[in-house]
């Protein structure tokens, strides 16, 4: 089976078991969708943040290229609103877009920006902020069980840990990844955008968002996950995924005692995993979810140490995209950058190479 083949399967397959997990009443056919609406909102005044103490700024975030406009307040323009994504509490999608207001009307990039683990939409405006003064229609989300559609400090765990218990539902990353699709329904619909350029990014867990969301979605056309993408079977096969379980420590602790381990082991591990986010750690894994971006320009931002996204889990998922760009003579489209002495952390390196490619691959 060729590239493009093997892609659209693997892209077909993975829309088939996002729409198995829909709730029943938003459930989707190919005949008969559940309606996409549009909610106005108000900006969130104190946004949830899942951790303590709160973090109240991020070096690396700030250090955005950022156009010196003497107005920019003035002319910034803001949105808030819901998308409806499916039915239920969750299939309300909060949503805040950046933008300059028109001089005249036009058709601009945008980009989607994820936000990490336990943290919200809010916390990514001075990255929206910073894009947007540079002309680009910058976009956040919650993404499930986060910011707006959490109720309080352990609503992401529990989600998961029911997940483990009930198997209904996905919110370690493939759920997101529907309302990423959802999104882009609306995105190329607007009048002040470009959907032939729409790029996405995220940070750690946003950086997973992004990588499989662009995966799923052919119209995310530039990409940029950072310190997100890595190798689920690998860890697996080199005892290499304890700094990731350690991150969601609370639902590896509920399966094994349910699986009666006396310890987390990979059997444990690969169990949580298929039922959590089934998949994941097979058919909808790196080696084959990475080089199915492929050829739409593709930057991966990792650290060199990061124990969360070990670089040797990317050489096979690393290999296989080169493989296909160099293939289509557009091997400047794909770059993996691992920041020497990083772990998992996103640096204003980071944050500029991705700024750069984005104005690269989207500006005219």
């Keep these: 089976m060729d590239h493009s083949a093997a892609s659209a399967e693997m892209r077909s397959d993975f829309l088939q078991l996002l729409r198995s997990r829909r709730t029943a009443e938003g459930?989707?056919?190919?005949?008969?969708?559940?309606?996409?609406?549009?909610?106005?909102?108000?900006?969130?005044?104190?946004?949830?943040?899942?951790?303590?103490?709160?973090?109240?700024?991020?070096?690396?975030?700030?250090?955005?290229?950022?156009?010196?406009?003497p107005n920019f307040k003035e002319l910034l323009q803001e949105?808030?609103?819901?998308?409806?994504?499916?039915?239920?509490?969750?299939?309300?999608?909060?949503?805040?877009?950046?933008?300059?207001?028109?001089?005249?009307?036009?058709?601009?990039?945008?980009?989607?920006f994820l936000h990490s683990t336990h943290k919200n939409k809010e916390w990514l405006r001075p990255l929206l902020e910073a894009y947007a003064s540079r002309n680009y229609i910058a976009i956040a989300i919650d993404s499930r069980y986060h910011g707006e559609r959490a109720r309080n400090l352990t609503t992401y765990q529990d989600a998961l840990v029911s997940s483990w218990k009930h198997g209904d539902t996905m919110p370690f990353i493939f759920d997101t990844v529907w309302d990423l699709i959802k999104l882009a329904d609306h995105l190329v619909e607007r009048l002040d955008i470009d959907p032939s350029r729409i790029g996405i990014t995220g940070e750690s867990l946003g950086g997973?968002?992004?990588?499989?969301?662009?995966?799923?979605?052919?119209?995310?056309?530039?990409?940029?996950?950072?310190?997100?993408?890595?190798?689920?079977?690998?860890?697996?096969?080199?005892?290499?995924?304890h700094a990731r379980v350690d991150s969601l420590k609370h639902v590896f602790e509920e399966a094994r005692v349910d699986l009666g381990k006396s310890a987390i082991?990979?059997?444990?591990?690969?169990?949580?995993?298929?039922?959590?986010?089934?998949?994941?750690?097979?058919?909808?894994?790196?080696?084959?979810?990475?080089?199915?971006?492929?050829?739409?320009?593709?930057?991966?931002?990792?650290g060199e140490k990061d124990p969360r996204c070990p670089l040797s889990g990317l050489e096979l998922p690393e290999s296989?995209?080169?493989?296909?760009?160099?293939?289509?003579s557009s091997a400047e489209n794909f770059k993996l950058v691992a920041e020497p002495g990083i772990g998992h952390q996103m640096t204003p390196l980071m944050v500029k190479q991705a700024s750069e490619w984005f104005d690269q691959h989207l500006k005219p």
Aim: glycine letters at 4%; proline letters at 9%.
């Design 79 to 112: 949105e808030n609103f819901y998308l409806t994504t499916e039915a239920g509490e969750q299939g309300r999608l909060p949503v805040m877009l950046l933008k300059l207001k028109e001089v005249t009307p036009e058709r601009r990039p945008a980009v989607v």
């Design 27 to 69: 459930r989707f056919s190919l005949t008969s969708p559940f309606p996409l609406s549009v909610e106005s909102a108000q900006p969130v005044k104190d946004p949830l943040f899942q951790e303590t103490p709160t973090p109240t700024y991020s070096e690396a975030m700030e250090s955005c290229p950022k156009k010196e406009i």
């Design 208 to 241: 997973m968002h992004a990588w499989l969301g662009a995966a799923a979605d052919t119209r995310y056309s530039v990409v940029a996950p950072v310190i997100g993408v890595q190798g689920f079977r690998w860890a697996i096969e080199h005892d290499m995924w």
């Design 265 to 302: 082991d990979k059997e444990v591990v690969e169990k949580v995993w298929d039922r959590i986010a089934p998949g994941l750690a097979s058919r909808f894994d790196a080696p084959y979810t990475v080089p199915a971006i492929a050829l739409r320009p593709l930057l991966i931002l990792n």
């Design 320 to 328: 296989r995209a080169r493989k296909e760009y160099e293939e289509a």
